[in-house]
């Protein structure tokens, strides 16, 4: 094969898995940009045909979905030792928030995608805190600490765990958003907005 020759498309789909297709994603998205970067320019860089493309992904918002739960699941890994390391409840949903976005504007990755690829399907994962496995992640981060403040009566009785995650997602998820705000404006935010949502004050 000479220089000028592009790799062939190879034909099996059955060899062709999520991970072969996110992995030319992310290249792509990583050199090219998000929304410079098609579906059939994904299929190309994989080497795969977009029919066995489309067979592996029903459409890109599917494998933008899956992208971002890989990277949130390495965000997750990153600030869960942080996390548990606060005693006050009052502190963690704050500060825990504060270092959450911040572990997430400096995943590149992520953050371009959220700046670039705009669309309601993605509001709507950011806003729902995203996969399944993700969700399982966020309560298995944060669970420790609430319940150690649930037992001595300072979280509101009518809220699950879930339903503080649910809170805490959708509050990240505007501040994270808005980069106009500095940390001492996030901190102003969640203390109006979180803490009082959560805590027995």
């Known amino acids: 094969m000479t220089t000028k020759e592009k790799p062939a498309v190879r034909k099996s789909s059955k060899a062709t898995s999520k991970d072969t297709v996110i992995d030319a994603a992310i290249r792509l998205f990583e050199t090219s940009g998000v929304q410079s970067s098609s579906m059939a320019d994904i299929a190309t860089e994989a080497g795969i045909s977009r029919k066995t493309l489309y067979r592996v992904y ?10 971002l ?6 965000i997750g890994n990153k600030i869960r030792k942080k996390i548990s390391s606060f ?7 704050v500060e825990g928030s504060i270092i959450s976005i911040a572990a997430a504007r400096r995943d590149k990755l992520f953050h371009k995608i ?10 709507q994962y950011l806003l729902l805190g995203g996969g399944e496995s993700t969700k399982q992640d966020g309560i298995d981060t944060w669970s420790p600490i609430l319940d150690k403040a ?8 009518d809220l ?3 339903r503080i995650l649910e ?7 505007i501040l994270l958003l808005r980069d106009d705000y500095g940390k001492d404006e996030q ?4 203390k109006d907005l979180l803490v009082p949502a959560v805590l027995n004050i």
């Open 58 to 67: 029903e459409d890109r918002a599917s494998l933008i979905e899956d992208i």
């Open 69 to 74: 739960n890989q990277r949130l699941s390495a």
């Open 87 to 93: 005693s006050d409840i009052e502190e963690a949903l």
């Open 114 to 123: 959220v700046l670039e690829e705009t669309n309601h399907q993605l509001e």
């Open 150 to 157: 649930r037992g001595k009566g300072l979280i509101r009785k």
């Open 160 to 162: 699950s765990n879930v």
């Open 167 to 173: 809170l805490l997602v959708n509050v990240q998820a």
């Open 187 to 190: 901190r102003s935010f969640l």
